[in-house]
Structures are given as structure tokens and as C-alpha cells.
């Protein structure tokens, strides 16, 4: 039977958890500001990543709270702390992860490396965790009883595929909205490419290849007076800048107002790229090209980096299947880009 003394400090413990919690979500900001190589000093609280993450912790923050004060609710630690101290080892491997050298480089699916999608599935696992813990503690408010771990788990991903969805409608939404018509002819315009999958024998997949032809016409237009190719490369393949470039030759046209960065290996360096040297330096007004539901995340990285970008859509044409799918991978991509800065 239960003491009174051990029902205290079974009371107790949340109040220990809300403190850890408030230090996590600190820690979760300065992992979400390394990884985009800003500083403390660049924090916007009212981003709307950050604010996400703020919404989950005052859920769970405030479902210990209402366990602490309320005496009849009936707080079982066996079934929560297992998983808060999972949660506890993700978010400090997350952190570590940026100092180990993983062993899946080389291996590539979905257009993304093995390390990547490795990190993208700790931090996923982080989530549902986090999710899992809030269930948790309100599935105890209401005083819920049986298969506690089970609901907690199944309402956790069900909230991740919502979650999913409405990104994937907002994308939806958002890239009819790109307004190409407000870029004005100014010789200061440069055109940035965004770097996109290249196929075999180093040809350009038919993004990359839209993207390019619809920086051409914006140069022909002169509505940009530079392009920019950027993008480095997968095993054994030319970098995604180089073969863009070979692509504009073998069509004839006059390269000199044509550069190359092939160092860049995601979307987040690209803008870091183009915020650090473009704007940075040259002080250029940065046009950026790359496929309309892309474009919506662009932007979001660009504001996240507090820079003001103009973006132009490729006039990409998919079939139905193929624009589904690549608005689930940049659903899952916001998604993760909002939560953690990926």
C-alpha cells in the first residue's frame, strides 16, 4: 500500500520533469539555431517553428501542472518516466549527432543520403516521444485507465499525419500564390538555381532542367542579369551545378554571366550560400528558381534567416502521381524544417 509520504513524491516528480522540460526547450532552440549556423542572438520567438514548439511544451507543461495541483488525479511514473527519459536520451543524441561521423554517406534513397534520412529519423522518434508524453499526462487527466502507452502512441501518430496533411495543403495553397509579376527588371537581380537530382551520365533530371530553362528566360527578359548554378554532387556524378551548366552549353548560349557553387549539399546551405555571399558581400537582389511547392519552403528558410528573397517557380509539368509525391517529401521536409531547423 502507498504511503502518504510516497504519494508526495510521487506529486513531486512533475515539478522536477516541468523544469527539465523548460531547459529542453531551450536547448531544442540553440540545436535548431547550430544547425542553421546562427547564434542565440538571432532567436525570433515569434517565428512560426518556434512557436510550434512553444505550443507543445505549454501542453505538456500545463497537463504536469494540472497533475501537481490536482489531488485526485492519479499519476502512474512506472508508464511516464520510461518514456520522458527516452525522450531525455533523443534530444541529447540530436545534439551529438552534429559531431559524428555516420556510416551511411554513400548510401542514397529518395534523393537524400543515408545520413540524412538517419537524422531525420531521430528527430521523427523525438517527436513522437514528446507527442507520446503529452497524451500521457492528459489521457491521466481524464482518468483513463487501460492501454494508457497504446492510446498515447496511436493518437501521437495520428496527430503527426494531421500535422502532415495541413502542411501539405498549406504547400498546396501557398505555391498559387508565388507572384513572379513583382520582380522588376534591375540589373542588381541575380537568379540563384537551386540544385535538384541529376541522372545517369550526368543529365539533368527534368526539375533541374526546368529550373534552368526558367532562369534563362528570366535572364533573356532581363529581369536577372547573373545566374547562379548551385548544388554539389551525389557518388560518381558531375555536381548538380556543373551538370546544369554543360546543360546551358550544349545549348548554345553565352555562359560568361553564368557561375557555378558546387558545394552546397541541401536547400538550408543554399540559402545560407546565398545569404553569406550574395547578399552578404555583393549586396545582390537574389531572384530564386527552383519548383513552385519547393518555393514555399525556400521562403520559410529565407525568413528564418531574417533575408528578403524574391522567388520565380519553374514551369515544371508533372504528372498527377509525381506532384502528389513531391508534395508529401516537402510536407515532411517544412515539417521537420519548422520543428528542428533541418
Known amino acids: 500500500m502507498m504511503t502518504k509520504n510516497n504519494k508526495r513524491k510521487i506529486k513531486s516528480l512533475p515539478v522536477v520533469v516541468i523544469l527539465i522540460i523548460i531547459l529542453d526547450l531551450a536547448f531544442l532552440y540553440y540545436i535548431k539555431y547550430s ?6 542572438s538571432d532567436l525570433d520567438f515569434f517565428n512560426f517553428g518556434n512557436l510550434l514548439n512553444l505550443l507543445l511544451v505549454i501542453l505538456l507543461i500545463a497537463g504536469l501542472l494540472i497533475v501537481v495541483l ?6 502512474n511514473p512506472k508508464i511516464f518516466f520510461p518514456l520522458f527519459l527516452i525522450n531525455q536520451f533523443l534530444l541529447i543524441l540530436i545534439y551529438f549527432l552534429k559531431y559524428i561521423s555516420l556510416p551511411f554517406k554513400e548510401i542514397y534513397y529518395l534523393g537524400q543520403s543515408g545520413d540524412e534520412l538517419f537524422i531525420g529519423a531521430i528527430f521523427a522518434f523525438y517527436t513522437l516521444t514528446l507527442l507520446m508524453m503529452i497524451f500521457l499526462i492528459w489521457l ?19 496527430s503527426m499525419l494531421v ?3 495541413l502542411v501539405f495543403l498549406l504547400i498546396i495553397g501557398k505555391e498559387t500564390d508565388l507572384e513572379e ?6 540589373k542588381n537581380n541575380v537568379g540563384v538555381v537551386l540544385g535538384a537530382a541529376v541522372w545517369s551520365k550526368n543529365k539533368p533530371s527534368p526539375s533541374l532542367a526546368g529550373r534552368v530553362d526558367k532562369a534563362l528566360i528570366l535572364y533573356q527578359q532581363n529581369k536577372i542579369s547573373q545566374i547562379y548554378l548551385t548544388g554539389s554532387n551525389a557518388p560518381g556524378e558531375l555536381s548538380e551545378s556543373e551538370a546544369a551548366l554543360k546543360y546551358i552549353k550544349a545549348k548554345g548560349i553565352n555562359t560568361s554571366e553564368i557561375f557555378i557553387e558546387k558545394e552546397t549539399t541541401s536547400t ?3 540559402i545560407q550560400y546565398i545569404k553569406n555571399n550574395l547578399i552578404g558581400i555583393f549586396n545582390k537582389n537574389v531572384v530564386v528558381i527552383s519548383d513552385s511547392y519547393h518555393l514555399v ?3 520559410e528558410i529565407a525568413k528564418f534567416h531574417k533575408i528578403k528573397i524574391q522567388v520565380s517557380a519553374s514551369e515544371l509539368s508533372q504528372s498527377f502521381e509525381k506532384a502528389v509525391y ?10 521537420m524544417f519548422w520543428l528542428y531547423a533541418l
Not at 544547425?35 to 542565440?40: A, D, S
Not at 490536482?70 to 499519476?75: D, G, P, Q, R
Not at 491521466?140 to 492510446?151: A, E, G, P, S, T
Not at 513531391?326 to 515539417?335: F, G, P, S, Y
Open 181 to 186: 509579376s513583382l520582380i522588376k527588371n534591375d
Open 70 to 75: 490536482k489531488k485526485s488525479i492519479v499519476f
Open 297 to 299: 519552403r525556400v521562403l
Open 268 to 270: 538550408n546551405e543554399q
Open 326 to 335: 513531391n508534395k508529401i517529401r516537402e510536407a515532411l521536409a517544412l515539417t
Open 163 to 165: 500535422m502532415l496533411l
Open 35 to 40: 544547425n542553421q549556423k546562427l547564434t542565440f
Open 140 to 158: 491521466f487527466i481524464f482518468n483513463y485507465k487501460n492501454i494508457l502507452v497504446l492510446r498515447a502512441f496511436v493518437n501521437s501518430i495520428l
